[in-house]
């Protein structure tokens, strides 16, 4: 299938909270990983299925929410075909050093989707 729903992102306002609420409710794996910049960003590796990762939300003021990823092959090229069709660029194309580049857009009713192009080899 092209462009599968490959990470899901929580930005929660409780970050400890979280990852007790989540760590205890289903048989993830958390793992912190440092990210630079004082930035801690917890992995969860759910064995089968898609994964993702929790961090504290990067938007003050924001509620707490879930964030899905879509995979493209050419995140520049995806975003910008998404703004063609309407859609709002809330965070422009972003690498994530030794791992790809992510973009998030705004669709055109209000909901909020990732981008994410691996890193190519």
């Known amino acids: 299938m092209a462009n599968p729903f490959v990470h899901v992102e929580l930005g929660t306002t409780d970050i400890d909270k979280a990852k007790s609420f989540y760590g205890s409710l289903f048989d993830w794996q958390l793992k912190d990983e440092n990210m630079g910049g004082g930035m801690i960003y ?12 929790m961090m504290k939300h990067p938007v003050a003021g924001a509620p707490s929410g879930w964030l899905p990823y879509v995979l493209v092959d050419d995140i520049a090229a995806a975003t910008a075909k998404a703004k063609s069709l309407g859609a709002t660029v809330a965070r422009e194309v972003t690498e994530v050093p030794n791992a790809g ?3 998030i857009i705004i669709d055109p009713t209000g909901a909020h989707l990732g981008l994410w192009q691996p890193k190519k080899v």
């Open 101 to 103: 580049s992510f973009s």
């Open 42 to 53: 917890t992995m969860i590796n759910v064995g089968e299925g898609t994964g993702g990762g």
